[in-house]
């Protein structure tokens, strides 16, 4: 079974800098992976994906993500971050074939300030 | 292109009364389909999925129930409500098997 860990529940950034935001899954196959955001009281966003090939994946609004399978990671970055990036983001991750089920981390909620 | 529609937007319903939420998918044919239930401040949780009409396959057991009566569309629902059912439901499409998953905007139900 998959499981996702998003070990930072608040992160906070001053505008214009730099973003890590940390993913690590567990699955003893072959991942899909999948980050997504949700602004209050909306739903998910997605923000990119990985299925296979190049391990950085580049996202909507300047957003990537870095498949590193010896890590079991996939963390999310953005080189700099602007007010409307405030939101919570989720990490998540399907086997890459059969059981179309899907795990989500926890959440990380990103406060962007002044 | 694609698009997903959740009803209603919000809900207010007693304890012991029963629920239905939709979903509808326009511009895809033979989606699978997903619903998630997410607690206030927290991770979304799958409960079904369905990749052909008339099959749904459940993955949390929450006295809840699903029925995909067409293809473009996914029915949520329970003959009595629990207040732990109280949260925000959400409705998903993928295009194949395991691909990212497309949310709707979520159904927000608070149970009295």
């Known amino acids: 079974a998959q499981s996702v860990t998003q070990p930072d529940a608040r992160v906070t950034v001053s505008e214009g800098a730099s973003l890590q935001l940390r993913c690590k899954y567990s699955?003893?196959?072959?991942?899909?992976l999948f980050w997504y955001v949700q602004y209050p009281r909306q739903g998910l966003q997605l923000l990119l994906k990985y299925y296979s090939g190049d391990p950085v994946v580049q996202g909507v609004n300047g957003f990537e993500a870095e498949f590193i399978k010896s890590n079991s990671s996939f963390h999310l970055r953005k080189a700099s971050v602007h007010w409307s990036d405030s939101a919570v983001y989720f990490c998540a991750v399907s086997a890459s074939t059969g059981n179309y089920k899907y795990v989500f981390g926890a959440g990380t909620r990103l406060k962007v300030i002044a | 292109a694609q698009t997903i529609h959740q009803w209603p937007v919000a809900e207010i319903k007693a304890v012991g009364s029963p629920l239905s939420l939709g979903c509808t998918i326009k511009?895809?044919?033979?989606?699978?389909l997903y619903w998630y239930w997410q607690a206030t401040g927290g991770t979304l949780q799958q409960l079904f999925y369905?990749?052909?009409?008339?099959?749904v396959e459940s993955v949390v057991q929450l006295n809840l129930s699903a029925s995909r009566p067409k293809d473009d569309q996914f029915i949520l629902s329970t003959e009595k409500l629990l207040l732990s059912h109280s949260g925000f439901y959400l409705c998903?499409?993928?295009?194949?098997?395991?691909?990212?998953?497309?949310f709707g905007e979520g159904t927000r139900l608070s149970v009295l």
């Open positions: 369905s990749i052909t009409v008339g099959q």
């Open positions: 699955y003893s196959g072959t991942p899909y």
């Open positions: 998903a499409w993928s295009p194949r098997n395991n691909q990212a998953p497309l």
């Open positions: 511009g895809k044919s033979s989606p699978n």
